[in-house]
């Protein structure tokens, strides 16, 4: 048997070679890093041609249109302007506006919490179908719409007869114009939960009820904390739909001044009258409320963003 | 007695999760719940707390059938794989949840949690939000939580997966300890062999949906019920051998078979640790090429190499590798020293006496 060589240091070998392999990794991944960067990185002539066809287009198509709104409302001074929202039609068109936001915005949130809900934490026959269902009122025209609700309760429609013998009125009436706006907003709550509750799983509502919580509870102190930024977002959508929704409210509501008329049908209304001022005057108001959701919505974006900042800051 | 599964079985749409599963577990008792991923272990662990219910059988916590009892009356502790803390809830407020839903009283509350932090090292950290915690962290605030309103059991789904391995070693000597000062009887389910046999007072291997063997560390790994847990716990090496004139053979190795028909096929099962190696060629009456050695840490992982082409695995400190003066490459003598007699993966409990360790052959008188 031959003697064997001297012992090689195999234990200091080893842990050398175990010391040095981070170092290594570092380097190469920093020099990765660097490469990465200048690979994706755009041409400066591209990124600015970019910048200014979507600057441009927005400030020509959005921007303007938007100013002009304004300007024109205040054409004839600003005593013309509070006169006609002052007036009584014009007027009754905000408070129904306003009452009908009020009713189809909190039948979404029902809607679209329990819909989210059972997409997110159940497993079911028919899910898709649902998810399909929801998204229906995006892709069917908003006057495809207000028709159906024509086919069903008008006068001539499914259950025209039965709503006449019982005196109820939805067609060319208030509650018609409810359940088209209504309709029409459908998605938009159901929309944003859905995501923000698949994500945040069911883990903590089952935390909660090995803790001794009931389901009421649950829902309230776990599962609605966690969406209520999704569950806001989805609000403002809504409520914003709900007091600009023009074609399918158009059909159902039957133009009666004063009655019927929305914010939007009324603007339409004074305009084909040829009063331009009033028109924009009403315009500028509903504009002005599409800005405020905007402003609160970039709001509670940039402080969700913050909250984040903060916690990946700790 | 604590908890009790008496042939509790569980199907999920017609599949079958877990299979006639009994065992009981005494009070105070740390048990691991072991298997391979998708063996039915978190759902006995669910059954326990009452977040799945048996399809059939009956679970007994303190003697009390809990079948048609709702997962908020159980009065358990459940800690989650992922924590599952309440995410826009300070530390406090998720440790208070459960005293609050039980409504306990201000000052109450405020005594019990003070306690926990102390307890569970999280002073000072009573107003950060959960995604202000360190992995190793949230996991001690979930389990403060679970603990907080004194239930009976505590339950707890892989609670080591999620954080990094140095965490996970201080976890696990940290969850010895908690264990020990509260006495509160502890199921945890794992998939890791190891941490199972460091942190429990008893393993519950279940494989497949059923249960496979029940014993204490020490028992489950120098008597494992089948080959199925003689693999899974520890490293084995495992042969094919047939049986010629009383000996088992396979290549250059022979085993004692006696009273074994000849053409019998048997399956040899050996640990690392069984087989001794030397550099000293006539030390030993096995001879191997040592063609590789894989380094562990404080412990070197071994492959020899037999003429015959068998492969043998084995351990050895760092010392006694540089003592010996092994390097790849080398030829060594080596022998075994304990083997056992498997069974194949599937078959049930072996007897008695197959189990037992047969005495050490003398494979010295050959030479």
Avoid at chain 2, 263 to 276: E, H, L, N, S, T
Avoid at chain 2, 312 to 324: A, D, H, L, N, P
């Amino acid at each position: 048997m031959a003697t064997p060589p001297p012992d090689p240091p195999h234990s200091d070998s080893l842990t050398s070679k175990a010391e040095s392999a981070p170092t290594l990794q570092r380097n190469r991944r920093d020099s990765a890093n660097e490469k990465s960067r200048r690979g994706t990185e755009e041409s400066p002539l591209v990124k600015w041609v970019l910048i200014s066809v979507a600057m441009g287009f927005s400030i020509i198509f959005l921007f303007v249109p938007l100013v002009n709104v304004f300007a024109q409302a205040l054409a004839k001074g600003f005593a013309y302007y509070w006169n006609s929202l002052g007036h009584p039609d014009s007027w009754a068109a905000i408070r129904l506006t306003l009452l009908v936001a009020v009713i189809s915005v909190p039948l979404n949130v029902v809607f679209g919490l329990a819909a989210a809900w059972a997409i997110a934490k159940f497993e079911f026959r028919g899910k898709s179908l649902l998810i399909t269902l929801i998204d229906l009122p995006f892709s069917v025209s908003p006057v495809v719409a207000g028709l159906m609700f024509v086919v069903l309760f008008g006068l001539q429609g499914f259950f025209g007869g039965w709503l006449r013998d019982h005196d109820i009125k939805i067609i060319f009436a208030v509650p018609g114009i409810v359940l088209a706006t209504t309709f029409v907003t459908f998605p938009f709550v159901a929309r944003e939960l859905i995501p923000v509750m698949q994500s945040t799983g069911s883990e903590q509502e089952q935390a909660a009820l090995t803790l001794g919580a009931s389901g009421w509870q649950t829902f309230w102190h776990v599962t609605l904390p966690s969406v209520k930024w999704g569950l806001v977002y989805g609000i403002i959508l809504c409520n914003a739909r709900a007091m600009g929704e023009f074609g399918a409210v158009s059909v159902v509501s039957g133009h009666i001044t004063g009655l019927t008329d929305t914010m939007p049908l009324r603007i339409e209304k004074l305009y084909n009258e040829y009063n331009a001022p009033a028109a924009f005057a009403l315009a500028s108001l509903l504009a002005l409320l599409a800005l405020l959701t905007l402003a609160l919505k970039t709001f509670l974006e940039w402080k969700q963003k913050r909250q984040h900042d903060r916690a990946q800051n700790h | 007695m604590s908890i009790e599964l008496r042939n509790v079985s569980k199907a999920f749409g017609g599949v079958s999760a877990v299979n006639n599963v009994s065992f009981s577990i005494q009070d105070g008792e740390l048990i691991a719940l072991l298997g391979p991923s998708g063996g039915g272990k978190t759902t006995v662990l669910r059954m326990i707390a009452g977040l799945e219910m048996p399809s059939s059988g009956d679970v007994f916590i303190r003697g009390q059938r809990m079948n048609d009892i709702s997962v908020q009356q159980r009065n358990i502790g459940f800690v989650f794989q992922n924590y599952a803390l309440f995410k826009n809830m300070t530390v406090f407020k998720n440790i208070a949840f459960g005293l609050k839903i039980k409504k306990w009283k201000r000052q109450e509350i405020q005594e019990r949690i003070t306690e926990l932090l102390e307890l569970f090292g999280l002073q000072g950290l009573e107003n950060r939000y959960p995604h202000q915690l360190s992995g190793g962290q949230r996991q001690r605030v979930a389990i403060a939580r679970a603990l907080a309103p004194k239930p009976s059991v505590l339950l707890l789904d892989e609670p080591f997966g999620a954080v990094d391995a140095k965490i996970r070693q201080e976890l696990r000597e940290w969850l010895v300890t908690l264990h020990h000062e509260l006495n509160v009887t502890t199921v945890f389910v794992t998939h890791d062999q190891e941490e199972a046999l460091e942190v429990s007072d008893r393993i519950v291997i279940i494989s497949g949906g059923r249960l496979v063997q029940i014993g204490t560390p020490r028992e489950v790994y120098d008597q494992p019920a089948n080959e199925f847990v003689a693999r899974f716990i520890g490293v084995m090496n495992v042969l094919e051998t047939e049986v010629r004139e009383g000996l088992a053979r396979v290549g250059e190795l022979e085993f004692p078979a006696p009273d074994q028909p000849n053409g019998q096929k048997m399956r040899i099962g050996f640990r690392p640790y069984a087989v001794q190696v030397s550099s000293d060629l006539t030390a030993f009456r096995y001879h191997a090429v040592l063609r590789r050695t894989f380094f562990l840490g404080v412990l070197l992982r071994l492959e020899l190499e037999l003429p015959s082409g068998l492969i043998v695995r084995t351990r050895m400190t760092k010392e006694e590798y540089s003592v010996q003066g092994l390097e790849d490459g080398k030829e060594v003598s080596f022998q075994i020293r304990q083997f056992r007699v498997l069974a194949t993966e599937t078959a049930t409990l072996l007897p008695e006496s197959d189990v037992e360790y047969q005495p050490p052959p003398v494979l010295g008188e050959n030479i």
